[in-house]
């Protein structure tokens, strides 16, 4: 065991064992004028502990600091009642306070007895329970502070956990110290009651056993109950003290005297006031003018030294600001803050402030963590950092969202407007601004407020502004989730998953495959839409395969094949007839015929005639499929698709290309059209 839980233990037992064994009084003044320097060491601690959290095992601290000094006043009662010699501590207590007259010892007793009860156990228990009912029921805001910090990237993941671990910290002690201060109430009725019984119990046994005259007794247990009562009082009412002191500690950063000191004395013109006030009073009134007019005198010279100190301070820090400035011309530019770039930017005009500042109602942070978590959910790729910050340059009601700091796509909204959308069966117009839907550039209106319960009853789809910007971040972050993925994020996801996978991970990585090589299979998945969440079957086929190639465009084919039934639930809803275009096996050959491949890897060497002409037959074919509102999907043979799909991708932007073997068994397909030349 170590030496310190032992001497808790101790100090706990003693108290115990003293309840019942009677103590010779010699260990009694022992163990008093040790109850007395602790309690000055636990006020002293918390007045100048800079934050609670300094003293969070103070509750504890309460509880056995009660014990013991209970345990004390129970010892003493019965030393009074059994010999009338309680040791020298109780006696002198008894005398000094009195002064030597019994009816001035009782008054001050009294008196100290009413200030604990009355004024700091009260008051400390009254702060108590407010500090733990208000910090209990601000654990919601700063957690939501602080997942807006953690969001905009103002603090770390590290920094965020220490924070939520401070507030939970915080929860417990001021709900600890809400029922803690009862044992200090308690204890102080306690000795309050033992007073009595000494006071009364002692004269008795004074009469009966001593055989004293009755004010004798009176007089004698009288003084001892005072001692007695003092010397168990002033401790308690000093840790009384030090609860209070902590329960309404507001300050972080600065001792206790500091803070009043520079609180109380800090504008020269109050000392100024203060002073004028005390030379009036000495001269105005039958006071004793002498010492009115030396504080006046004092306070004045202070307010006026004060007042120095303040203009050397604005003289030096308009110094400093000169010469900072100064140097900051002088030193040469430092770049390297200048180089880092954020992966996701939103920026927006002043106008759109309010929509994320917390503070006037604005959810756009709160939307922004949504939006991680979704893309999470789908996709099984974890989104960096979204940077929000406000431009000046920008229009008022004007964003724009940037990958790795290049602008990728801006909007615009009206504040205070809802955009309503035609879903494509709603006949009868609303009156409005005409505008587009930033993320799919499907026309829409600008509606206000009042026209908005209207709207919806007419079928329009009517959305807020957050909602807006929010939709149209998460589409970027979609189209562009390949390019924010990086080694760093794969060999996070590798980790994840190696504890319960060691085998497969050992096999992989990297015997097979790196983990760059790694990183361009779930880009090309990424790239395409295609969930990464099912990691252990895309590593499993990875390592199947790797053996036999390396290439990591026919390594991401295999992996898309193994990853069927979740492709076919995405773009196939099961149990329905889905429209199709299919690619003509001539075509599928002339693609294969133009395949050259290099030691970098394959690429295609097509006629730009024939490619012309396959790209007007899939334009043809996919309008067939937007005039039954179907998705843009064409299949093809599973070794032309990688093929196809790179030769239309600059064209086709949304085409989805499917090869037979990514295709479940039970999905049915009707096809309208075939690609051909």
Same mark, same amino acid.
């Given at each position: ?220 247990? &009288?003084?001892?109950?005072? =001692?007695?009562? +003092?010397?168990?009082? /002033? ?6 003290? %030090?609860?209070? $002191? ?109 929509? &994320?500042?917390?503070?006037? =109602?604005?959810? +756009?942070?709160?939307? /922004? ?6 893309? %999470?959910?789908? $996709? ?132 097979? $495959? ?132 790179? $030769? ?30």
């Amino acid at each position: 065991m170590k030496k310190n839980d032992i001497a808790v233990g101790l100090y706990l037992l003693v108290a115990i064992v003293f309840l019942i064994v009677p103590m010779n009084k010699t260990i009694l003044d022992v163990l008093l004028a040790f109850n007395i320097a602790l309690s000055l060491v636990i006020l002293l601690n918390a007045m100048f502990t800079k934050e609670v959290l300094g003293m969070s095992a103070f509750p504890t601290l309460l509880l056995l600091t009660t014990v013991f000094r209970i345990s004390l006043n129970v010892s003493s009662t019965k030393l009074i009642l059994t010999t009338g010699d309680p040791g020298n501590i109780v006696k002198v207590f008894g005398d000094v306070v009195g002064g030597g007259d019994l009816v001035i010892g009782i008054i001050v007793f009294i008196v100290l007895i009413l200030v604990q009860f009355l004024v700091i156990n009260k008051g400390s228990e009254r702060v108590s329970e407010v500090t733990a009912r208000f910090t209990l029921d601000a654990m919601p805001g700063k957690q939501m502070a602080i997942d807006a910090d953690l969001n905009t990237g103002a603090i770390t993941d590290a920094e965020a956990k220490a924070r939520r671990e401070k507030i939970q910290d915080e929860a417990t002690f001021f709900g600890s110290m809400d029922g803690a201060t009862k044992y200090v109430k308690g204890d102080a009725t306690a000795g309050l009651i033992m007073t009595i019984i000494n006071l009364a119990g002692g004269t008795v046994l004074g009469m009966m056993n001593l055989g004293l005259p009755a004010m004798e007794a009176f007089q004698k247990y &009288a003084i001892l109950t005072i =001692g007695n009562g +003092l010397v168990n009082q /002033v401790p308690s009412l000093m840790i009384s003290l %030090a609860t209070g $002191l902590l329960v309404t500690k507001v300050s972080k950063e600065a001792d206790f005297g500091d803070i009043l000191v520079r609180q109380l004395f800090s504008i020269p013109k109050v000392l100024y006031m203060v002073g004028a006030a005390m030379v009036l009073m000495g001269v105005t009134m039958p006071l004793n003018t002498f010492m009115f007019m030396s504080y006046g005198l004092i306070f004045v010279l202070a307010g006026r030294r004060i007042s120095e100190r303040i203009e050397i301070a604005e003289i030096e820090h308009e110094v400093s600001a000169e010469e900072a400035s100064a140097d900051e011309i002088r030193r040469p530019e430092n770049v390297s803050s200048l180089l880092q770039v954020d992966p996701i930017e939103l920026e927006f005009g002043y106008g759109i402030i309010p929509l &994320a500042d917390a503070n006037q =109602g604005g959810d +756009l942070l709160d939307r /922004v963590v949504l939006i991680r978590r979704q893309v %999470a959910l789908e $996709l099984g790729c974890v989104v960096p950092m979204i940077r929000l910050r406000d431009n000046i340059q920008l229009n008022p009601n004007q964003y724009i969202i940037k990958i790795k700091g290049i602008q990728v796509s801006e909007g615009e909204i009206l504040f205070d407007h809802y955009m309503a959308m035609n879903p494509g069966y709603v006949e009868e117009e609303i009156s409005g601004i005409p505008t587009y839907e930033p993320s799919f550039n499907l026309p829409a209106i600008w509606i206000t407020e009042s026209q908005r319960e209207r709207a919806e009853s007419l079928g329009y789809t009517v959305v807020d502004p957050p909602s807006i910007i929010a939709t149209h971040l998460t589409e970027v972050i979609r189209s562009h989730i390949h390019e924010l993925l990086s080694r760093q994020d794969v060999q996070n996801l590798v980790s994840n998953i190696q504890e319960a996978n060691e085998a497969l991970i050992t096999e992989l990585v990297p015997k097979l $495959l790196n983990i760059g090589e790694i990183q361009k299979v779930l880009q090309n998945l990424l790239r395409e839409g295609i969930s990464i969440r099912d990691l252990v079957t895309i590593f499993e086929t990875l390592a199947d395969y790797a053996p036999t190639t390396r290439d990591t465009d026919v390594l991401t084919e295999y992996v898309r094949q193994s990853l069927k039934r979740a492709i076919s639930s995405k773009y196939f809803p099961a149990g329905e007839m889905t429209n199709v275009v299919t690619l003509d096996p001539k075509v599928e050959q002339e693609i294969m015929g133009s395949v050259k491949q290099t030691e970098q890897g394959a690429y295609l060497t097509l006629d730009p005639e024939v490619t012309g002409k396959i790209m007007e037959s899939v334009q043809v074919e996919l309008n067939k499929l937007e005039e039954l509102g179907k998705n843009p999907i064409i299949i093809t043979s599973p070794i032309v698709r990688m093929y196809f799909k790179r $030769l239309t991708q600059d064209y086709f932007k949304d085409l989805i290309i499917v090869s037979y073997n990514e295709i479940d068994s039970n999905v049915e397909l009707q096809s309208i059209g075939m690609v051909t030349v």
